[in-house]
């Protein structure tokens, strides 16, 4: 099953095109992390996934509806927080608002059960009555991403995931996104993300160029870091 199609994509804000010709397709399931240099317009393409901007020219299908339509089913952890963090809500009611839809303005006992298993899985239920702005970085970026896994998405699409967070931190988070069986999107300017599971690469700098994911088969259980993949790939090249 098709789960994202992008079909001859342009998006400029003002005069200058930020995103040309971006073409590519995932199924099911399928994980695809992007990456590119600053501004390339990778968070841009993630606003128009999840239906915040609109293209000027060109496609695009989630799940066949467009964006607006399927909203719904994606979980999205953006780059930068837009909500105050110095607000005096808890870790509990912030993962709790990933479970409010159109429409729905309170929660069941199901939506609690649901936050409380989300904070467990994550590992930061001690966490759940403190307030948000007493949190440190990374423990805030847990919080997000505890956040976008509580409404059980379908597509799971993150900016940044792992840019504040510890190596213990990020390995957790890298694993967790590995083993979350849904379509997953991905944006990383941390090359390790490259020797995880991807099916699919993107380089982002106005173009896309789209790469398989390299199967590298590394035992989980062995030492690989990024040394090693670029020797690896010594002769290796994309053209670009
Ligand atoms: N709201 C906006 N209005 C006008 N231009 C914008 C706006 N948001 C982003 N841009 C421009 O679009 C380009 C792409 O920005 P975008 O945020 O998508 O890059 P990015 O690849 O996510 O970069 P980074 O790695 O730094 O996060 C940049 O040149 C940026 O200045
Ligand atoms: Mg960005």
Redesign the pocket.
Known sequence: MTAVEIKNLYFK??KEW?LEDINFSLKDKEFMAII??????????L?ILLGFLTPNKGEIKLYGKTPKENRKIIGYVP?HTNFSLDLPITVFDIVLQGRLKKGKFFYNQKDKQKAKETLEYLKIDNLQNKKIKDLSGGQRQKVLIARSLVSEPKILMM??PTSAIDPTGQKEILDLIENFEVTRIV?S?DIKILLRDVDKIAY?HKKAVIHEGPKLNIPKDRHFCEVELIDFLKDESCGI
Do not use: A, R
């Open positions: 804000y003002d930020i590119g240099p600053n501004g390339g317009g990778k968070t841009t393409l606003k780059q900016d940044e944006v300017h982002i």
